[in-house]
């Protein structure tokens, strides 16, 4: 890499910068405008008045009422807040294989505790087939959770259809629409969801803030016990500039949805996915016959192991995810890609490129000639 040309971001799945409107909105309430939005002082008042704000900004990126929306300290604990706010022991919830760990892991504590879980497979283009989960529902099932999109692969799953099936059984739908915020239109009516998660991380704002929306009238168990913050459903005094934050990055993500911003990031990635599978034999595209997000690559190429091609990528200034998790030391493949059925080393083949808001065409050349020329140079050893 030229010492001068700045890294290529290609990890917008991870996490993606703070914009500068949303840095600017969260600065003053860590100074002059700081306060417990606990308090009935004026501090106070002015901090919940800026918390009011940011529940109307998030709800209106989601079509939904702002009472409805919670604040929680990230996407994690929103998937968290649904699946235990909700089950007890002697009920049945339903995931599907391709969730996040967030929910996975969530599943399986709930498992230790009584509630029996069963996970449903996807096809081959990692969407879950409404006769699966049909299959899979019981009587006693009281929680089907699938995702909006997925992270690996941007798959985008039937979520409507899957809550209409859901719903005449007597269960509710959660759908962790985490990494669809901000990159996709999501409307919580038209997908008749019951509970959907998000985090604003993903969508140029903060870390460690996201919310749950939970429909009116559902009630869920609080998962940490403490003050009345948040009606009773979240204690703990809120990350108001956080939150702030989290307000401004839903309104801008708002505004960038009814531009073409979409379409573009959307073209750039067509032509990144079409040059890298011409430029490279044996490679191939997961999901590709599936709706993805836009911005979203998952590519193997056969004899590359993702890892060592990850570490090339970023030697050479670009920066991408690999399709593995490490785990204890061992490289374990990814259980969303494995689940689609690809083989262990297929999937530890497989490389994540998800484009920002910012990525333009220049840097996708750029990153295609990086990636080719380090698949050759790593089948050629
Ligand atoms: C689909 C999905 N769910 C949950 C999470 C966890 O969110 P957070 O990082 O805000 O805890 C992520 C983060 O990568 C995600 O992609």
């Not at 969260?26 to 501090?43: D, K, Q, Y």
């Not at 989601?62 to 994690?76: Q, R, Y």
């Not at 192991?305 to 570490?311: G, Q, S, Y």
Request: net charge negative; hydrophobic share 45%.
């Amino acid at each position: 890499m030229n010492a001068v040309t700045p890294p290529i971001y290609m990890d917008a799945n991870a996490t993606t910068p703070v914009l500068p409107e949303v840095l600017d909105a969260m600065l003053p309430f860590w100074t002059e405008r700081f306060g417990n939005a606990s308090a009935v002082h004026s501090f106070g008042r002015r901090a919940k008045g800026a918390l009011e704000t940011a529940r109307v900004q998030v709800a209106e990126l989601l079509n939904a009422k702002a009472s409805e929306v919670t604040f929680t300290g990230g996407g994690t604990e929103s998937d968290n807040m649904a699946l235990f706010g909700l089950l007890s022991s002697g009920d049945h919830l339903i995931v599907s294989a391709v969730e996040h760990d967030a929910v996975l892991h969530a599943a399986a504590a709930l498992e230790a505790t009584g509630v029996s879980v069963s996970r449903v497979a996807c096809d081959k283009d990692g969407i879950v087939q409404p006769e699966a989960l049909e299959a899979a529902l019981t009587p006693q099932t009281r929680l089907v959770s699938v995702m909006l999109a997925n992270n690996e692969t941007g798959v985008v799953q039937p979520v409507q259809q899957l809550a209409e099936i859901a719903h005449r059984a007597g269960a509710l739908l959660h759908t962790d629409a985490i990494q669809a915020c901000g990159k996709t239109p999501v409307d919580v009516r038209q997908l008749q969801c019951d509970l959907l998660s998000l985090s604003a991380h993903k969508m140029y704002a903060p870390q460690g803030v996201g919310a749950l929306w939970v429909r009116a009238g559902l009630t869920l168990k609080p998962l940490l016990h403490g003050g009345s913050h948040e009606r009773r459903r979240r204690a703990g005094t809120e990350n108001v500039p956080g939150i702030v934050g989290f307000g401004a990055g839903a309104a801008a993500a708002r505004q960038w949805l009814s531009t073409d911003g979409p379409e573009q990031v959307g073209q750039l990635r067509d032509h990144l996915e079409r040059c890298l599978a011409a430029h490279i034999p044996g490679s191939v595209v997961n999901g590709v016959a599936a709706t993805r997000l836009r911005n979203t690559l998952s590519i193997r190429f056969d004899g590359v192991l993702a890892e060592e091609l990850v570490i090339a990528l970023d030697l050479h200034g670009l920066a991408v995810s690999g399709g593995s998790a490490c785990q204890s030391g061992a490289v374990e493949p990814s259980h969303v890609l494995t689940a689609m059925g690809l083989s262990t080393a297929e999937a530890r083949s497989s490389v994540r490129l998800s484009l920002a808001r910012t990525t333009s065409q220049a840097e996708v050349d750029r990153a295609t000639a990086i990636v080719v020329a380090a698949v050759e140079r790593l089948r050629s050893r």
